[in-house]
């Protein structure tokens, strides 16, 4: 049987490892944590909505029902030329014939990001967050500024949508709690028109729910530092606050940078459209980890990884296993795709090169998502 080595235990390393264990490969799936963290249901971790534990689960639960093996270890180098793969525990491995990068990405370093909270960051942070909104709701009143930075070599790594639900949910929260009036929320982002990417008509919405909800905004001004205090931008303005969640852009994994492997300016790794590595043969990467091709919107959502991980499985199965198929391409099928809850409701956003969509969903779109949190655990169980 040919073996596949997976690297990475988020949204595409676990989606890869079931799909290439469903074509018929031995499985091995290297992950640093022993749980799989489902990031788009961390939005309500900070606002006291869902514990830790349900936005979690145990990789090795995954792994018993799918038939893969786990081996909990951290990825320190890769060498696309030598074909090995260092890991901090076992040391220097020859590659199998096949491997998965699915390592997700770094995130760039401003100035004074310690000063900062992220709900993209390590899965502890959002534990943190809540502490700190715990803490500014007993005061009873404060600033708080939430934004999210760009990276103007990969526009594809911004990941601002995380942002918008858990700004709207921390609204909805503080409104419950009843003492919303006592604070002053304001948005900020570098670029001039944030969420452009989701369409005009996603865009024109988040407008007016930034007015009717009393949401300041600052956008078009340029990151220059963090302090204790607030965000200071490049024409020394300052956003005075208590409390900063921030989302930074992504760039490519550490771990990637200082490889061999081919790279775009931004780090990631360099992939043709059926997401095998360029000039690395049997080498694949999907998810956060490759550089994406494809129209100027193209985002890093977890729909796009699980979509390149079965695409890179029923691929390999075609080149390595002989199957009789066509080799699937990932560029065709990207689009922008979220429910994004606001607490009380949510907003269906869709885009593709087509068209866009975006539909108000009152209460029931809140339901929505948490019903999607359900389906996805289950999903990965039971399918």
Not at 68 to 81: H, P, Q, R, Y
Request: charged letters at 25%; a positive charge.
């Amino acid at each position: 049987m040919h073996k596949v080595l997976i690297l990475g235990g988020g949204i595409g390393g676990v989606a890869a490892a079931i799909a290439f264990r469903k074509q018929g490969f031995e499985v091995e799936l290297v992950s640093e944590r022993n749980y799989l963290f489902i990031y788009p249901l961390a939005i309500w971790i900070p606002v006291g909505s869902m514990q830790f534990k349900n936005v979690s689960m145990p990789l090795s639960k995954l792994a018993r029902k799918h038939g893969f093996s786990l081996t909990i270890d951290k990825v320190i180098a890769l060498d696309g030329e030598r074909k090995t793969i260092t890991l901090e525990k076992a040391g220097v491995r020859d590659s199998p014939a096949l491997v998965v990068i699915a390592l997700g990405a770094s995130k760039l370093k401003h100035e004074g990001i310690e000063h900062t909270s992220s709900i993209c960051g390590k899965p502890e942070e959002s534990l943190l967050l809540k502490e700190k909104i715990e803490a500014l709701a007993a005061r009873g009143s404060g600033k708080i500024a939430f934004g999210f930075g760009g990276n103007p070599k990969d526009s594809s790594a911004v990941r601002g949508g995380p942002g918008f639900e858990l700004l709207f949910n921390l609204h909805h929260h503080l409104k419950k709690l009843g003492i919303r009036d006592r604070f002053e929320i304001t948005f900020f982002a570098p670029m001039a028109e944030p969420g452009a990417r989701m369409g005009k008509k996603a865009l024109s919405a988040m407008a007016t729910m930034f007015k009717d909800k009393n949401i300041n905004t600052r956008f078009g001004k340029k990151i220059s530092r963090f302090e204790g205090d607030g965000v200071v931008f490049e024409d020394q303005s300052k956003l005075d606050s208590d409390l900063c969640m921030f989302i930074p852009a992504g760039e490519g994994h550490e771990i990637i940078r200082k490889s061999n492997l081919p790279q775009n300016n931004a780090g990631f790794i360099r992939i043709d459209d059926y997401c095998r590595i360029v000039g690395v043969p049997g080498w694949y990467a999907v998810g956060d980890s490759a550089a994406l091709e494809g129209p100027e919107w193209k985002a890093k959502q977890g729909h796009v990884a699980e979509l390149m991980a079965n695409n890179a499985a029923g691929n390999a199965a075609i080149e390595h296993l002989g199957q009789q198929n066509t080799l699937k391409g990932y560029q065709a099928h990207l689009n922008v795709l979220c429910v994004m809850d606001m607490g009380d409701g949510a907003g269906f956003v869709y885009k593709n090169s087509l068209r866009e969509v975006f539909i108000p969903l009152p209460v029931v779109g809140h339901w929505l998502k948490k019903s999607w949190g359900h389906y996805y655990k289950l999903s990965k169980l039971w399918l």
